[in-house]
């Protein structure tokens, strides 16, 4: 990719909603020869020639879901540390489960290497970001998501009462970064101090010379 910012839409599109073929090139073009990828479900891990596995896994995920709706919300590309951000959606469909419907949000954070031979962009790792409610969608579509919620909001709840009931950790916690604080301003202070002394001296000094001088 010359520009990752702008042509991973397209490449996303391609991987996700393309004939075996086109998809197979996709790859091929796209991704380094040992890349890597990265799911809640699966992983390939990183060696020669991983990407024969992004092969199978992109091409397994078409024969489940042969028809996938899927939108590039934002796309974010941090160039110092060749790393790409893309906000997608996407509706997940198994063909042989009859009524089977998987809305899910992702983030994907794609880590690049620059070719400088032809100042080329490729993509060396895949990692997908969901959230609990999202990836649970996949093996519990409707109530999966409702048992997530539930769960959360119970653990909020727990956060709720400890921070309550044990608040005076919080004023013993206040107190020791106060007293920590005052000590460093004071050591600053005495620091400043000597820093003055010493240029009061060297005035003195550098006054001396031209005397004698």
């Given at each position: 990719m010359e520009n990752?910012?702008?042509?991973?839409?397209?490449v996303i599109h391609l991987l996700t909603q393309s004939p075996p073929t086109t998809q197979l090139e996709t790859i091929e073009t796209y991704f380094t020869p040992n890349a890597s990828f990265t799911h809640p479900f699966c992983r390939t891990g990183k060696w020669e020639n991983s990407r024969f596995l992004i092969q199978v896994i992109y091409r397994w995920y078409k024969i489940m879901s042969p028809r996938i709706d899927i939108t590039v919300h934002s796309?974010?590309?941090?160039?110092?540390?060749?790393?790409?951000?893309?906000?997608?959606?996407?509706?997940?469909?198994?063909w042989i489960?009859?009524?089977?419907?998987?809305?899910?949000?992702?983030?994907?954070?794609?880590?690049?290497k620059h070719n400088k031979g032809d100042n080329l962009y490729y993509i060396d790792s895949q990692n997908d970001l969901y959230q609990v409610d999202q990836f649970v969608r996949f093996i519990a579509p409707g109530f999966g998501k409702i048992l997530?919620?539930?769960?959360?909001?119970?653990?909020?709840?727990?956060?709720?009462l400890g921070a309550a009931t044990l608040w005076p950790i919080s004023?013993?916690?206040e107190y020791m970064g106060s007293e920590k604080q005052i000590g460093a301003g004071r050591r600053k202070k005495r620091k400043t101090a000597t820093e003055e002394i010493e240029e009061i001296e060297l005035r003195e000094l550098d006054r001396m010379s031209k005397r004698l001088s």
């Open positions: 990752p910012e702008e042509e991973i839409s397209g796309v974010a590309f941090d160039k110092p540390n060749l790393l790409l951000y893309v906000s997608i959606s996407q509706v997940f469909r198994i489960v009859p009524f089977y419907r998987a809305p899910v949000k992702l983030v994907t954070v794609l880590e690049l997530v919620w539930m769960w959360q909001f119970w653990a909020t709840f727990f956060c709720l004023l013993v916690e």
